[in-house]
């Protein structure tokens, strides 16, 4: 089946610590998407990349990093800079190239700052 | 930047009873999508309106673009547990989502 994997599904961190979260798809689609979901929240664009090896900022990028070396694979760095870490992340992917726009979500990182 | 309003944003309702939730713009837009989200779950795409004044139905879901292309609603018939959940706008902008702030609907049985 086609979809989208995130890991892990919870994850801690310690104050001061940089974490990785993953994000794979094999839906061949273009893009990829971070969004971050605060509780009872929508949903807020972290960062977004269109094509291999480029990305770009989305509303909330601050303290963020992120990479696209491959079209199936958009890891978020969740940095010591981020001042609140503590939210549900989603990563997403569409097809919007070629004109299929609806994004297929993965089940989501729940990050704690302990 | 774009920007989109939703309402409301929490909705009770008595099993069978209807429910519409509501999503504004002050600018005309290209396209909208609605999603909705489970509770402790992920947004699933459930559908993309394009054309002023559209109309699209799933079972008991009735989506409307509005004719200006500056508002949609999304209706269910005749609510059921089963349509729990946090039910999200979206509006297309350059190959990126801006999402609303989501109408959280209750189902008391």
């Known amino acids: 089946d086609g979809g989208i994997t995130q890991s892990p599904k919870y994850l801690f961190r310690k104050e001061g610590q940089n974490v990785t979260l993953s994000c794979e798809q094999n839906?061949?689609?273009?893009?990829m998407y971070w969004y971050r979901q605060d509780p009872g929240q929508g949903l807020r664009l972290i960062y977004y990349?269109?094509?291999?090896?480029?990305?770009q900022k989305g509303d909330i990028a601050e303290g963020y990093s992120v990479s696209r070396e491959k079209k199936e694979s958009f890891p978020l760095t969740v940095t010591s800079a981020q001042k609140n870490p503590t939210a549900f992340y989603l990563c997403?992917?569409?097809?919007?190239?070629?004109?299929?726009?609806?994004?297929?979500f993965g089940s989501g990182t729940r990050l704690t700052v302990v | 930047g774009q920007q989109v309003m939703q309402i409301p944003q929490y909705q009770h309702v008595q099993e069978g009873e209807d429910f519409t939730t509501y999503c504004n713009s002050s600018?005309?837009?290209?396209?909208i999508q609605w999603y909705k989200q489970r509770p402790g779950g992920h947004p699933v795409f459930l559908i993309q309106l394009v054309k002023s004044g559209e109309v699209k139905k799933q079972k008991r879901l009735t989506f409307q673009f509005g004719e200006a292309k500056k508002n949609s609603s999304l209706h269910i018939t005749a609510t059921q547990t089963t349509d729990v959940g946090t039910y999200f706008c979206a509006l297309g902008n350059t190959g990126k989502l801006i999402f609303g702030q989501g109408t959280t609907l209750q189902v008391k049985p």
């Open positions: 990349s269109q094509i291999v090896n480029d990305f």
């Open positions: 600018t005309t837009l290209s396209n």
């Open positions: 839906l061949n689609h273009d893009a």
């Open positions: 997403a992917s569409s097809n919007y190239l070629t004109g299929d726009y609806g994004y297929t």
